[in-house]
């Protein structure tokens, strides 16, 4: 199994903090976000390789990261990718840089788990990568607790067996407050399809478009995260995410 980190965005919600640092390189209680990700990604079993798709402005710094990473943990390698863009307007988009890193580094003979490099997990992901594996694709949920706040996210519907049955972006009437949130799972035989949805002219941007669009087609299974998930995309969020994480770095 490998891992794709998505680190290509250039957070412009969060200028001048990310104008001349990429936002999975800020820290949060005392290390980089993305490390808090992959920390959590180590437990899993047969890691490969972990990518990390970044653009040709951070690419340099992503690098000069792996390299002090790989000191602390040199279980697994971690290549870093160049999606070769340069600013928000001239960007991939984050099903783009899924279907460029794939298509490049042959990953379709493998399983992957998609992550975005800004969300950040208090525990392990080694029981989502387990269950995972049970199925096609799998979408990592978490239950936000308010119907307010779910409104910002997708809202997922499940069946008996845990199968996604409904997948609204952004309800303005929500149902439930079960999110969906940016960790993938994809088995090999899921992998091809980025390519046949891009193909047919789909948004290349933000990863659940691919979800909205495979589920009526493919059977998706939906896994819930437990202890404490956060999305950083504002100053706020990160203020709150260093007072929250730092009792998880003791």
């Known amino acids: 199994m490998n891992v794709l980190i998505l680190a290509a965005g250039y957070a412009t919600r969060l200028y001048p903090l990310t104008l001349n640092k990429a936002k999975p390189l800020l820290e949060v209680a005392g290390k980089p976000m993305i490390d808090w990700v992959l920390d959590n990604l180590a437990p899993v079993p047969d890691l490969e390789t972990v990518y990390v798709v970044t653009n040709s402005k951070f690419v340099k710094d992503f690098q000069a990261w792996a390299d002090v990473y790989r000191q602390k943990k040199p279980e697994f390698a971690i290549k870093i990718i160049d999606d070769g863009s340069t600013d928000d307007s001239d960007k991939l988009g984050a099903i783009g ?10 990953l379709a003979a493998n399983d992957l788990i998609v992550v975005a490099g800004d969300n950040l997990f208090s525990e392990s992901l080694l029981n989502f990568a387990s269950e995972a594996r049970k199925s096609e694709a799998t979408l990592a949920t978490y239950d936000v607790g308010d119907l307010e706040a779910i409104k910002k996210y997708s809202s997922i519907t499940v069946d008996a067996d845990g199968i996604i049955t409904e997948f609204e972006e952004k309800p303005p009437e929500p149902k439930n407050t079960m999110a969906g949130i940016a960790l993938y799972y994809f088995s090999r035989e899921i992998l091809s399809l980025f390519t046949t949805y891009l193909a047919a002219g789909n948004n290349p941007d933000q990863p659940g478009r691919f979800i ?21 995309g504002s100053k706020e969020t990160l ?4 007072q929250i994480f730092a009792k998880f770095a003791l």
């Open 97 to 106: 840089d899924i279907t460029l890193v794939v298509t490049r580094e042959n």
């Open 212 to 232: 909205h669009w495979l589920y009526p087609r493919k059977p998706v299974k939906a896994y819930q995260i437990k202890g404490t998930w956060f999305d950083i």
């Open 239 to 242: 203020e709150e995410a260093n």
